[in-house]
């Protein structure tokens, strides 16, 4: 508490005191460092940091007698960029270095996101000598400072003090729907009166070290944080990021966004390999329900229709055990080439649609956009499904591996055999798509409306829940046109060839309405168990990739 007195004293005295008299203070630093706060000052400095339990109040202080300060004094006067300054620099050696950095982003908000002092560095750092001196550091807050101010003005619409309506609109415009007790809660997070407004000196202290450089970067880290003092009440960062790592076999939900702070840190390629690596493991486990609804989905339409345990004992009979895993390496391969150019496509498709950036995308937007990256995806890799239907339905020893089948189907059939069953499993991606994004965000926005007042988060197996109902739905809506892709991808196998529309009449003529879903009850059986592998691998592999 000595130091915190100390501090105050001095911060009350600087505020008090003319221009002037800083500019004829003695200057003792060294080269590139912040002037000398003379013998009170150093006192202070001594002494620091505070206590733990005293260092929200310190800079709460910090920001009444600092911060207003400088609007006081003339644009040369840099005593509150000092302060700041040789707290973060606390070898005092006039140069703040990024473990420093780290350490001061800690102690001053526990909030900001990982490697933010990276973001720091790289906009402040301009000699690129891995320091940053006094005079980088004031530079880089002076420029952060103005765009803090845009940001603050694009949501101060009455050009007064942000508002919890101002907060609302403000991020529906960005694509972000909250509720009003959502609003209130990013409100109280910064709000240090009590008066549920946020003013300029408000913001600016809050944001005073945090890397966001525009309001779309601001909306994302109110979006994706979860805040240990005061709860954003939105989302958790590592349930939701659990969640899109999910793998149910069928690889055409819309992709996740990433941040640009993601994007520049390496973060979502790191976040690829570990859901990569999840959904292998998740398809592997599952992999004997995924052969029988494709069994059942082919064989099914003759007068013997398979069941789940008849059609269990049939593959096992046919090839053994192992044929229960028949087609699941093809299904691993597709992985990684069916992401990259989902998530690629994904980007692109975004910027096009977008209006003001790629940030600004609302959910139209983002559904259109995950629509078309699913299809640009499906498109490039689309022999390979063909390929991995062909092995699921094959008997045992009619194919030696994804080559030998591959080789054959040219062969047998010609190149256009790679592409049966393109137009249904085109057409499957926007009801799954839509389905699935619309059910996953009213679930989840129901709890949040209902409960976001009284809870932290809704947790991951609210979240895990939300996730199991939308995937669930997206499948049964779109099961029939997967149904028709996959017995026109097998139509070789009985050496006879039909068209979508006659495939239809011939199902429904001779199956009925239920026909156009057979195989669907494996399908769903698999899916929470897909869900919960997939998360508990994720959660295996991150430590490895340095995820959190």
């Not at 300054?85 to 996101?113: A, M």
Request: net charge neutral; proline share 4%; with cysteine.
């Amino acid at each position: 508490m000595a130091a915190l007195t100390a501090w105050i004293s001095l911060l009350a005295a600087a505020a008090s005191s003319s221009s002037s008299w800083w500019r004829r203070r003695q200057v003792a630093q060294p080269e590139g460092g912040p002037a000398s706060l003379g013998p009170r000052g150093q006192a202070a400095l001594r002494a620091w940091p505070p206590p733990a339990s005293t260092r929200g109040a310190m800079l709460r202080r910090l920001r009444g007698f600092v911060l207003p300060t400088a609007a006081c004094q003339e644009e040369d006067d840099t005593f509150p960029y000092e302060i700041l300054f040789q707290d973060l620099d606390r070898n005092g050696d006039g140069v703040v270095d990024i473990t420093e950095l780290r350490e001061g982003l800690k102690n001053w908000s526990s909030t900001f996101g990982m490697e933010s002092e990276k973001e720091i560095f790289k906009a402040g750092d301009t000699n690129a000598d891995s320091g940053l001196d006094f005079q980088e550091f004031m530079q880089y807050l002076k420029d952060h400072e103005k765009k803090m101010r845009l940001a603050f003005n694009s949501l101060d619409l009455n050009k007064d003090e942000i508002e919890t309506s101002e907060i609302i609109s403000g991020l529906k415009s960005l694509g972000i729907d909250v509720s009003e007790a959502q609003a209130k809660n990013i409100l109280r997070s910064m709000d240090s009166d009590g008066t549920m407004t946020i003013d300029w000196d408000e913001w600016k202290y809050y944001f005073l070290l945090h890397p966001a450089k525009t309001i779309d970067e601001i909306a994302g880290f109110w979006k994706r944080s979860t805040v240990k003092d005061a709860d954003l009440g939105i989302r958790d960062t590592s349930a939701e990021r659990r969640l899109w790592i999910i793998d149910i076999g069928e690889s055409i939900a819309i992709p996740d966004d990433f941040t640009e702070q993601e994007k520049s840190s390496g973060l979502w390629w790191r976040r690829l390999v570990a859901g990569g690596i999840a959904s292998a493991i998740s398809r592997t486990c599952t992999a004997p329900f995924d052969r029988l609804r494709v069994m059942m989905q082919v064989h099914s339409s003759e007068s013997t229709r398979m069941k789940i345990i008849g059609g269990f004992e049939q593959m096992i009979k046919e090839g053994g055990i192992r044929s229960l895993w028949r087609g699941n390496g093809t299904n691993v391969f597709k992985i990684a080439p069916e992401t990259v150019i989902k998530i690629g496509a994904y980007e692109q498709y975004k910027k096009w649609l977008s209006f003001d950036g790629a940030a600004k995308i609302g959910i139209i937007q983002r559904f259109i956009s995950g629509s078309l990256a699913g299809v640009t995806a499906q498109t490039c890799i689309y022999p390979i499904e063909v390929i991995k239907t062909r092995l699921t339905v094959g008997t045992t020893g009619q194919y030696s591996g994804i080559i030998d089948c591959g080789k054959k189907l040219l062969k047998q059939q010609g190149v256009r055999t790679f592409y049966k069953g393109y137009v249904p499993n085109m057409l499957s991606i926007v009801p799954y798509a839509g389905t699935d994004l619309t059910v996953y965000e009213l679930l989840k926005n129901y709890w949040l409306e209902h409960n976001a007042g009284s809870s932290v988060e809704p947790g991951l197996m609210i979240l895990l829940g939300c996730s199991t109902l939308s995937h669930t739905s997206g499948q049964i809506a779109s099961f029939p046109l997967t149904l028709l892709r996959t017995r026109m991808q097998a139509q070789a196998q009985k050496e006879k060839t039909t068209t979508m529309i006659r495939l239809i009449q011939d199902i429904y003529f001779k199956e009925g309405k239920m026909g156009f879903f057979r195989g669907l009850t494996p399908n769903i059986i698999k899916v929470l168990p897909a869900i919960v592998i997939s998360c508990v691998a994720y959660e295996l592999v991150k430590r490895p990739l340095e995820l959190t």
